[in-house]
């Protein structure tokens, strides 16, 4: 492989500011995946961020990168039509949990499925923010919200299970209170072959009360510092199940397993947007003759 | 005749029936063969053996299958229009028959034309003589005689080589020849060697020698001009003008009747480079697509009605995000999950309105095999010379029947046309704009991977930088002028495609107007009308978004009488056109039974309108007879089989009823009756014990 040269972070910085609420952490992430990048040595023109709709899908509008910032819950799939389109690009979507948890888990569980090469980074903070404040798929029960005054009695989903079980190569944990560690977590999915989804508490600080910077500070801790090694599937699970006063941060599974692009033999000619358009004449001779 | 037909026309409207086509003589020699038998039978490949034959002996083919959504069993009616000139639709006629099994012999024995051939294996079937119509002659087949020398060379023969023997006799009987045919089964059975290559041509011959000693031909000599073409489908059509013009990556959910261009592409993706995927829906395909065409290669997605309205969102998006993206809908009968397996022109509002918004977008029917090629050739480059999405109506008629084309439709000389990319910008220039506004409407695109090209392209709306107006930094000029430039696109791309024009004579009585496969038959139809003396000619409405407005409404307010033909209810494409021009139809043809229309059908409807004769919707006869068919599939195992139908009044129903007899299969005894409702078809009895009892 070749010598990585790091780029600056200031290289990533956007044409405008975010205009998330102050103390939002979602501005952790977008400095994460800036000096993940930055780390990987991925030069702009060839890093494509992909994301959906809410308030954490305005990130790449805050990047310098090309970015497709497309429609609520599909960041999956246009995300993987640009990749198996230019295979040279280094593709990270971001989006918050009601778009890929809610609206687009269907896409994110096929995408983990297929091992296609693209980093996912989901900004979770348990509620959706842009239209102030309902139950999300990772809402706790007995929530209150907008839309379960009562309190939510859905079960939230666990990402970390749903992704190592559909078959996600490379799954971790972020803080955005962790800003260091989730740069590498980031910056490591993007280096993996396959799949990399990465689950990032980023507390919603206006309609979030509960799932806060203070409560996640109480109760995460890192995974690496207690030797964990997350190469064993089953063992994955079970911590991938650890929730309470002890929540675990870092890479929970990691595993190289043949990508969907290896497996596309169109692909083995190289990127198909460098490929030859159109057909030869002989092949379309041949394509009239089995007509025939 | 058409057994289902919602508008059968009496035989003397058209006032050819019985005389043959008055201008059949003139047009072409032509024969209609019909195959029949339940899914599973392989009568598919049997009508691929005649066609290809006749493909191959410089004579035009039209197929349609008429199937319903079920693998093995049901009821499937093939019929293959041969003639030695252009076939333009599968035509009204029935010159033979291979019926396959016994509900295929009584559905369609009764509807072989006067000098055709009803042909059936009389090992197992039996032929009722009273089904017969006069004049039309019956060749049992006795396979286990016929087949006794074969057999003996090459072991037990399995059931599905019957087909082969009956395709033999039709060979003998429509004076096609063995030896087209031996080289056709020959090209068919090369994977699987000599052997079996041996067995199917000598099925053919034995079949072939039967029919020559038993009936008699039932069309004259033919000339061959032994002009090869091919035999293709609308979607076969569709997929390889989508790799010729450069499309690399297609993507799709299986959903009839798109799903045959998913399995050309995926057949050929290695032949033709192009990358398919199959998705785990229809919203994740079109976003692959829009996805795949952002980052720069030519894409394609493809799916029915249902499919489609899944896709909506996103065609807008494509719309906003000025992306380059194929979309094709094959229509089939709706709503809902309505017909699958049957053709319907029911979604034109569907797409014209599909996606939230106004934004530019190519929305465009083809009329034929050949058209839907070179339309799809055409497309890819419009798509990318104005950035927008590209819907593609088919419909099921069109997308899955198969028709000798001329070769020469299948033009390889293809000019690759990707407009305004951008491939380097100069830091000096200054920020590259992807959305900047020109006079053109056209903004140069730059593809990810160019340097110092960066943009974000977004759902939301946003200025020439391409940074978002919709939540910050608002700004209702800006609004205005981006909505503006998108729209100028169309002012331009209007004058990129052809106008409709009229076909047909000039000083016509009638003006048909109709689009999509449905052309075919109303050419055919214009014909029958103009040698019958009302002078018809035909308007094919093709690009429908964007819409020569000016060009149709000079056309339509110059027609003396203006009828649209349409396979729906509510005659969209009519809607369509007041909208855009104000001018009305004097009438409509529709059919909306799930079967195409037939030219004959179209004809006597217009000469219905003309004289202004109202549209008589009440179940005819033979349409009880249909009904009470479907009520005995469904609820009687097909014991019984109506057989007298009577028309009663006063019957405390209010309304007149059709009283069926029904006759049991195996005894010919009297088994029961029905009754249905002449207005609205309602099954009000079943008596299934024998009348006499009770």
């Known amino acids: 492989m070749a010598t990585v040269i790091e780029l600056p972070v200031e290289t990533y910085k956007g044409p405008v500011d975010p205009d998330w609420c102050p103390g939002c952490g979602d501005f952790g992430v977008l400095r994460s995946v800036q000096t993940a990048a930055g780390k990987c040595g991925v030069h702009p023109k060839d890093l494509l961020v992909v994301s959906g709709i809410g308030c954490s899908s305005n990130l790449p509008g805050f990047i310098h990168a090309y970015g497709i910032h497309s429609l609520h819950g599909r960041s999956v799939p246009v995300a993987t039509g640009a990749h198996l389109a230019n295979t040279d690009l280094k593709v990270v979507i971001t989006g918050g949990d009601g778009d890929g948890y809610g609206i687009g888990v269907g896409h994110l569980i096929h995408a983990m499925r297929r091992n296609l090469d693209v980093t996912y980074v989901v900004m979770d903070n348990q509620i959706y923010g842009l239209t ?161 | 005749m058409p057994s289902s037909a919602v508008y059968l026309i009496d035989p003397s409207h058209c006032g050819f029936r019985g005389s043959k086509r008055a201008v059949e003589g003139v047009r072409m020699q032509e024969v209609t063969i019909g195959i029949a038998g339940a899914a599973g039978d392989g009568l598919d490949k049997s009508g691929d053996t005649l066609a290809k034959t006749c493909g191959r002996l410089g004579l035009h083919v039209y197929a349609y299958n008429s199937y319903q959504s079920i693998i093995r069993g049901g009821h499937i009616w093939l019929r293959v229009r041969i003639g030695d000139k252009k076939v333009l639709n599968h035509g009204d006629n029935l010159n033979a028959v291979i019926c396959l099994n016994q509900d295929s012999l009584e559905r369609h024995a009764p509807e072989v034309n006067e000098g055709g051939v009803i042909i059936f294996n009389s090992d197992k079937l039996k032929l009722d003589p009273t089904l017969v119509p006069k004049g039309v002659q019956t060749l049992g087949l006795p396979m286990k005689e016929i087949c006794k020398e074969v057999e003996a060379e090459h072991g037990a023969l399995q059931p599905i080589m019957q087909n082969t023997v009956a395709v033999g006799a039709v060979l003998a009987i429509a004076k096609l020849g063995l030896e087209e045919a031996s080289s056709v089964m020959a090209d068919t059975f090369a994977h699987k060697g000599d052997k079996v290559i041996n067995l199917n041509v000598s099925l053919l011959k034995v079949g072939y020698e039967y029919a020559e000693k038993n009936a008699k031909a039932i069309t004259k000599d033919w000339t061959f001009s032994k002009k090869r073409r091919p035999f293709v489908t609308g979607n076969e059509a569709i997929a390889f003008g989508a790799v010729a013009a450069g499309c690399k990556f297609y993507s799709a959910y299986p959903m009839t009747p798109a799903s045959t261009i998913l399995h050309w592409m995926a057949a050929h993706a290695q032949q033709v480079d192009v990358c398919v995927k199959q998705c785990e829906d229809e919203l994740s395909v079109i976003n692959m697509a829009i996805g795949a065409g952002i980052a720069g290669v030519r894409s394609m997605c493809g799916t029915a009605g249902g499919g489609f309205a899944l896709m909506t969102e996103a065609i807008g998006m494509a719309g906003i ?314 609820h009687y195992a097909e014991k019984l089989r109506p057989t007298k139908v009577v028309q009663e009044s006063a019957n405390g129903h209010g309304e007149p009823v059709w009283s069926i007899e029904l006759t049991e299969r195996a005894t010919g005894k009297q088994g029961g009756k029905m009754k249905v409702g002449v207005h609205t078809g309602a099954t009000y009895s079943f008596e299934k014990e024998p009348v006499e009892a009770k």
């Open chain 2, 321 to 634: 995000m000025e992306v380059p993206v194929v979309c094709v809908e094959v229509q089939r009968g709706g709503p809902s999950t309505g017909l699958p397996t049957k053709t319907e022109q029911g979604d034109l509002f569907q797409v014209y309105g599909a996606s939230q918004g106004e934004f530019p977008k190519i929305i465009v029917a083809p009329r034929s095999v050949a058209d839907a090629y070179d339309t799809t050739v055409n497309v890819f480059n419009l798509a990318d010379k104005f950035q927008l999405p590209v819907m593609l109506i088919s419909d099921l008629l069109l997308s899955e029947h198969p028709e000798t084309v001329d070769p020469e439709a299948f033009y390889s000389d293809i000019k690759i046309d990707r407009g305004q990319v951008v491939s380097e910008w100069a830091e000096s220039k200054g920020k590259f704009k992807r959305f900047q506004f020109t006079e053109s409407g056209i903004s140069p695109r730059a593809l990810p991977g160019t340097e110092n090209c960066n943009f974000v392209s977004a759902t939301d709306d946003h200025d020439e930088e391409s940074i978002l107006i919709s939540d910050m930094f608002t700004c209702e000029p800006i609004r205005r002028k981006i909505s503006e430039k998108r729209f100028r696109k169309m002012d331009n791309l209007l004058k990129e495609i052809p106008a409709p024009k009229l076909e047909g004579p000039a000083d016509a009585d009638v003006t048909l107007v109709c689009w999509g496969s449905t052309s075919g038959v109303v050419e055919e139809a214009a014909e029958i009308l103009t040698a019958a003396g009302v002078k018809t000619n035909f308007l094919v409405l093709k690009w429908i978004v964007p819409f020569h407005a000016k060009e149709v409404q000079e056309i339509l307010s110059k027609a003396k009488k203006k009828i649209s033909v349409e396979v729906n209810f509510t005659s969209q494409m009519a809607r369509y056109i007041k909208m855009e021009t104000g001018v009305s139809m004097d009438g409509h043809v529709n059919r909306y039974d799930g079967e195409p229309l037939e030219p004959k059908e179209v004809a006597g409807r217009v000469q219905d309108i003309l004289k202004g004769k109202k549209l008589d919707l009440d179940v005819s006869e033979e349409d009880a007879k249909q009904i009470a068919y479907h009520y005995l599939r469904t």
């Open chain 1, 132 to 292: 102030t404040g309902q139950a999300s798929p990772t809402s706790a029960k007995g929530v209150k919200t907008k839309s379960t005054p009562a309190g939510n009695f859905e079960s939230p989903l666990n990402p970390l299970v749903m992704a190592i079980t559909s078959g996600a190569t490379y799954v971790a944990r972020g803080f955005s209170g962790e800003q260091k560690q989730l740069g590498e977590l980031i910056a490591g999915g993007i280096a993996h072959k396959g799949f990399a989804l990465i689950d990032v508490f980023s507390p919603c600080v206006t309609y979030n009360k509960i799932n806060t910077y203070p409560y996640f500070k109480e109760r995460v801790y890192k995974l690496e510092d207690e030797g964990y090694e997350p190469t064993d599937f089953y063992k994955a699970i079970e911590k991938a199940y650890e929730w309470g006063d002890r929540i675990p941060l870092g890479v929970v599974y990691k595993t190289e397993q043949e990508t969907y692009e290896d497996n596309e033999p169109v692909l083995k000619k190289g990127p198909l947007v460098k490929q030859k358009l159109g057909i030869p004449k002989n092949v379309h001779q041949a394509l009239i003759d089995e007509m025939i």
